[in-house]
């Protein structure tokens, strides 16, 4: 009897398992490089509307003063948790199809 002993990669499957680590490595490195750099969250700043010169300016009454004169927030975009699960996502794609590489077997072997 012999014992079973795992058997070497082909060479083309030994190199698609070095290029999906190395797309692992680099979906990290993203992944890290977004979260620690500044300014992925900056707010953007309200476009002021442009006045056509020579147009007419009503007095406008109370009411309007009241509903122009309140100051909306612009909306704060927070893309850590999307890069964070984008990352994570891809990263059990790639970790799936690493497995069926290792664990694939050709169908000659079996003959």
């Known amino acids: 009897?012999?014992?079973?002993?795992p058997k070497k990669l082909p060479r083309g499957r030994t190199n698609q398992a070095v290029l999906i680590l190395i797309l692992m490595a680099v979906v990290l490195g993203l992944v890290a490089?977004?979260?620690?750099l500044p300014g992925f969250n900056i707010p953007a700043l309200p476009t002021p509307v442009p006045t056509l010169p020579g147009a007419v300016q009503a007095?406008?009454?109370?009411?309007?003063?009241?509903?122009?004169?309140?100051?909306s927030s612009p909306?704060?975009?927070?893309v850590e948790s999307i890069v964070i699960t984008g990352g994570v996502l891809v990263m059990i794609v790639l970790a799936a199809i690493l497995r069926e590489i290792l664990q694939f077997r050709d169908s000659t072997d079996e003959k």
Do not use: G, I, K, Y
């Open 1 to 5: 009897m012999s014992a079973n002993t």
């Open 33 to 36: 490089l977004v979260l620690a």
């Open 59 to 71: 007095t406008p009454d109370a009411a309007q003063l009241t509903a122009t004169a309140l100051v």
């Open 75 to 78: 909306p704060v975009v927070r």
